[in-house]
Nanobody, 115 residues
């Protein structure tokens, strides 16, 4: 069984920063992709950033140059450094681990951007 636990969400003012973490445990293949998604009420979950086990990254246009995804393969942990946060970044952020045809989700962590 694979489990993902996110942490690091919270309340921040516009222009501020937060760092999210997602630790994976269980039977994890060394060849995998880890994603960060976010979701606001009434909208579909959207992909924010992805990183392969070889550290190839991909970002949504809306967060490019503000967010940085990274990972520590030894710890099976993925991070999302979020800088210059905007009001529209407010959402529940989820991490996802993809191994082959299987995908595993964390429980989500709330990020609130408010003045």
């Amino acid at each position: 069984q694979v489990q993902l636990v996110e942490s690091g969400g919270g309340l921040v003012q516009p222009g501020g920063s937060l760092r999210l973490s997602c630790a994976a445990s269980g039977r994890i293949s060394s060849n995998n992709v880890m994603d960060w998604y976010r979701q606001v009420p009434g909208k579909q979950r959207e992909l924010v950033a992805s990183i392969t086990s070889g550290s190839i990254t991909n970002y949504a246009d809306s967060v490019q140059s503000r967010f940085t995804i990274s990972r520590d393969n030894a710890k099976n942990t993925v991070y999302l450094q979020m800088n210059s946060l905007k009001l529209e970044d407010k959402a529940v952020y989820y991490c996802k681990l993809r191994m082959g045809k299987f995908g595993y989700w964390g429980q989500g962590t709330q990020v609130t951007v408010s003045s």
